[in-house]
């Protein structure tokens, strides 16, 4: 029988599966109950849908580092260089929208095209539910990229007034043209924390204490081919010979799982908590050293004498000085994030027992927890905008940043509602051509060794979502910096004293 290798164990092929089965029990009557055989742990380790997709992940892992990561660093890295030179920013955003919505019509008619492929062979080389789901990923796509056509429709007269805002921070940007190299950095580091925390998880993930049980089968003899590492694991267990061998099941089939302690759960939950915090720290220290840096080009008479010694300068000083500010803002999220994921936990749970009232309760908690999310990234995300500015702590920079938006509500909603709008469409370009360019090379190269190429594709696609966030971050954070610069200019100095350029007064009077 066919199996493959994941973290150096063997496990058996979909095709091997349904053999074993048909052998175990050809007429349906066989001592072993297939619901038995289906439900076992060890079917729920090898075959279930977790154990699947992790043997996936394994499979691909060069992709997700190679693609993931560097690919989405060079796309982010490129996308924000070119929106900084002046009269490029309207072509790159209406390109980038009309390039988004081809990339997902071309997946689609791609994904069709190979599911009709597949079916056609005389011979089939893949399963009837591999060519139905290759088809429903096509319909899928077809339909996200009919969805994008409507939403731009929509947004259209959005984005253009978003542009110029985002003219404005491309002022700032060309002055400091080595603040888009930060985010390289940041990706570099997020990229080194998810190695370091993934081989955590994988040596976390083999703790567990092997537990054997036995299934009697018949006389029969199954043909097994297993690499030979894990011909020197498994030799121990049945009278192997050589590393294609058969297997001598004339009396019983012994299955081996993993059993887990409490203490191997209770520290899966805190690798969890690690992710989600460091995560969020490494994008909350990103959010204060691009304030300050915008900061200190708008509070600055003469714009010419800003440069690259500002970011470095910037960066030195957040690192120093407020690092404990992006620690306990990123925590703050951090918990949010956990109380959902146990939610999450909890909802499974009520779905496994089919508890109506249970499902309803948690469902509004988590809808609840999922808007306190929103509420305190907006708030952390204005109260880095006022430490950068004033250097003040965290808990006072909330507060005043609470009350600065409550005095321009309407001015700083309803420019921050229509700048969002190109930092959209550049995260989903960056996002769509990662993910495009991943599925390819994936489907060229390990379509047959893979259960489903789904998997590998939506982890990549949110690292890459990740990735361009930090980069489309830069022109978020500017744009919002800026805002608040000028709303405290405003309030601080006179018409003839304030620090705002002409054309940025402006801007604001007509669209705030």
Excluded at 37 to 57: A, C, R, V
Excluded at 120 to 129: A, C, R, V
Aim: a neutral charge; hydrophobic letters at 50%.
């Amino acid at each position: 029988m066919d199996t493959y290798e994941v973290l150096w164990r063997c496990l058996f092929t979909e095709e091997a599966r349904t053999e074993l089965e048909t052998m175990i029990n050809p007429n349906g009557n066989n001592n072993i109950s297939m619901i038995e055989l289906t439900n076992s742990t060890y079917l729920k380790q090898g075959y279930n849908f977790w154990s699947n997709l992790y043997g996936d992940l394994f499979l691909t892992r060069y992709y997700i580092l190679g693609l993931g990561f560097g690919a989405t660093i060079v796309i982010g890295f490129t996308y924000a260089f070119l929106m900084r030179i002046p009269g490029v920013l309207n072509i790159m955003v209406w390109t980038s929208i009309f390039a988004t919505i081809g990339i997902f019509f071309a997946a689609g008619w791609y994904a069709g095209d190979t599911a009709k492929t597949w079916e056609s062979y005389d011979s089939p080389k893949y399963t009837e539910d591999e060519v139905r789901y290759a088809t429903i990923a096509s319909y899928v796509l077809y339909a996200v990229g009919g969805l994008l056509v409507l939403l731009f429709l929509f947004m259209r007269k959005r984005i253009q007034l978003a542009m110029g805002c985002v003219k404005e921070t491309s002022k700032a940007v060309l002055a400091m043209p080595t603040i888009i190299l930060f985010p390289v950095f940041q990706g570099i580091g997020f990229m080194c924390f998810m190695i370091a925390w993934a081989v955590y998880v994988a040596y976390l993930a083999s703790m567990g204490e092997f537990t054997t049980t036995e299934y009697g089968v018949g006389g029969y003899k199954i043909s097994v081919r297993i690499p030979q590492f894990n011909y020197i694991l498994l030799k121990a267990a049945y009278p192997l010979r050589q590393t294609n061998a058969l297997l001598d099941m004339n009396s019983s089939l012994q299955v081996r799982w993993f059993e887990f302690s409490d203490f191997i759960y209770q520290s899966g939950w805190f690798f969890l908590f690690c992710f989600f915090w460091t995560g969020q720290f490494i994008l909350a220290l990103g959010e204060i050293i691009f304030a300050m840096c915008f900061a200190k080009w708008y509070f600055s008479r003469e714009k010419s004498r800003v440069g690259s010694l500002t970011v470095i300068s910037s960066i030195s000083a957040s690192m120093w000085y407020h690092s404990g500010t992006a620690a306990f803002g990123s925590l703050i999220i951090a918990i949010i994030k956990m109380i959902r994921a146990s939610l999450a936990y909890l909802q499974r749970k009520a779905e496994e027992m089919d508890n109506g009232i249970a499902k309803a309760i948690l469902c509004c908690l988590q809808c609840c927890f999922w808007c306190l999310e929103k509420c305190m990234r907006f708030l952390n995300k204005n109260a880095y905008i006022q430490c950068a500015i004033f250097g003040s702590s965290f808990c006072k920079s909330s507060k005043e940043a609470f009350f600065l938006i409550m005095r321009n509500a309407a001015r700083i909603g309803a420019i921050t509602y229509v700048s969002g709008g190109v930092v959209f469409v550049g995260k989903v370009f960056i996002t769509s051509l990662t993910t495009g360019v991943a599925y390819f090379a994936i489907s060229e190269q390990l379509r047959d060794e893979l259960y489903s190429v789904i998997g590998p594709l939506v982890f990549i696609a949110v690292i890459a979502w990740f990735i361009s966030g930090m980069f489309m971050g830069i022109y978020d954070m500017g744009i919002a910096t800026i805002l608040q610069c000028f709303v405290a200019d405003e309030e601080m100095f006179d018409d003839d004293q304030m620090y705002a350029q002409g054309s940025l007064k402006a801007w604001v009077d007509n669209h705030g």
